[in-house]
């Protein structure tokens, strides 16, 4: 049965209990007891916010609840024990601070789990109560292949389920480019192997029957690794009949609350390329086993993906959500005067942008979802924005707004509203590269050459208030020629104004990194469409047929931004 649900929310199985920051809706001093008032206190942050459903990851390769089924993250931990996650830092080159903020920061976190266990809670019964304390939709989000475990010693990792750390139960680790060596990072579990399915079926069926959840996220995202590649058929029809056995679970849990129990998959590239490593979602959709799907990257959020098309292709009894990832893409930007984020290693003021800091961004990236017809939204790592062990720069203000959360999914609502669109980045800090959607940017443009880059967008309403602004962010160079931009088949306009700011503060930035320059053109707003429009940069050099001229006078692309608000 097809959901009827708009907007999922996805938080981590260590959501709840992450150090935020002060100014976060989530924060929890590092002093005090850690209770489930807090869990129910983030529940009602997000029901104010506008969710229906709370998609709650409940693992990674081990549970991060209190199972009686399969180990958990406490197994072996005693409150306060550093050495614990030694393992996890074998050959990381951090520095001595960096390894004693580490290890203070873990301590804090697997004590508050403790915190909840000695007091006898269970905080993933705890969220399904919130959720329906505040008639929200409990769904559970699964971790298929988690490798966060992914060290040069995985057998000393504490992220690391016993199966694991059996070099049989795991994939050779072969990359796209055979001449490369196997990557630890590429050797997950391997599904293949029985064991490895009796394993994760084990920890699902626990998941499904022993909690209030009415639906499951199968997410093959963390990691898109399953079977050897190419999968066999054997492999791939093994893959599809095991998630044939966790629908009959789903069906047996219906029929116990007659209720739908909902089963979907979160994933990562195309449908051709999952089947690589034995995931055949056109295959389950046709034998009725999923009921929605996600699809999305691996951090960056995609800007361009098909929906429409998916949407053909699987039929109309499957709901598809646009997934808006935490990362807006991978250009870098920039703020002056901040202090160096030595936090996490930067050597100056600068880092990538997050999508949970800009309602703008939330916005455009919505609606280029929803205009090509997606069931919803669902929004991933939103909360990790507040979280001072991945991003350093709460001194400039940058914190989730949450409040921009509301109505996201409604494309109506959307409509005539301050919107900011880009394009996902080919590459990129946290990417699994072949299961990312294809980067439109960067690249270059050689004199008298053009390209073309298509972008869903929403067409919006009539108002002579509102501008359209379309940025070329380009490397800078000794000479850059005359740079011209058509939209949508309009006569190019080669009128820019040259500029080192972003057309978007997100939260503490506002400016361009000192290697990048930028040109911003500008449109009437009619002539955006709905769904795909089209962009086409243009190198006005004619300087072609001088080999040394052509080199000089070709320009690299680093980001095409675009700006739909009232103006300066």
Known sequence: MKPENKHLFNVDCNGFFYKYNRQSLWYYPDNKKFNAKHIHHCIDVLADSGVDTVVINSNAQVAWYPSKVVETNLDG?????????????????????????????????????????????????????????????????????????????????????????????????????????PSISWQGLNYEKKEVRDYMKALIQDCIENYDFEGIELDWTRWPLCCEVPASQKAIDIITEWHAEIRNLCKKKEEKTGKPFFMGIRYAGTFEQLRQIGID????????????????????????????????????????????????NWLMVYFPGAEPNTHIGASDPRGYRLSAFSPEILRGNAAGKLVLGCDGIETFNFF???????????KAGCFADYASLRNLHSLEFLKGKPKFYTFSSGVGFYVHNFFESIGQIPFHIEPQCRKELLL??????????????????????????????SFNGCWPNFKSQQTDKLLCRVGGYTHHV?????????????????????????NGSHNWYKDQDRKQKTIRVVSIEILYDKGE
């Not at 009725?288 to 990257?297: E, G, Q, R, S, Y």
């Not at 380009?474 to 740079?483: H, L, N, Y």
């Not at 000192?514 to 243009?538: C, R, W, Y």
């Open 456 to 485: 869903p967008m929403t067409k919006e309403p009539a108002n002579k208030n509102m501008t359209l602004t379309i940025q070329v962010v380009v490397e800078k160079q000794e000479e850059i020629p005359p740079i011209g931009i």
């Open 514 to 538: 000192p290697e990048h320059t930028a040109f911003n053109f500008q449109f009437d707003p009619s002539l955006i469409k709905n769904g795909f429009n089209s962009i086409v940069v243009m």
């Open 281 to 328: 979602i056109p295959e389950m959709a046709r034998k009725k086993l999923l009921d929605f799907v996600c699809p999305t990257n691996t951090w960056q959020t995609t800007w361009d993906i098909p929906c429409d098309k998916i949407k053909e292709q699987l039929g109309e009894h499957i709901a598809v959500y646009g997934v808006i990832e935490l990362g807006t």
């Open 384 to 394: 990790c924005a507040d979280t001072p062990s991945h991003f350093g720069w709460e």
């Open 77 to 181: 931990y005693k409150r306060g024990d550093k050495t614990f996650f030694f393992g996890h830092l074998l050959g990381q080159p951090m520095t001595e601070e960096q390894i004693d903020r580490y290890l203070n920061e873990m301590v804090i976190l697997m004590d508050r789990y403790l915190d909840l266990v000695e007091d006898g809670v269970d905080w993933l019964a705890e969220a399904t109560k919130a959720c329906r304390r505040n008639k929200l939709s409990p769904w559970v989000s699964i971790r298929m292949n988690d490798m966060h475990g992914a060290s040069v010693k995985p057998e000393f990792d504490f992220m690391n389920c016993k199966l694991f750390k059996d070099k049989k139960m795991r994939l050779k680790g072969t990359t796209t480019n055979p001449e490369e060596p």
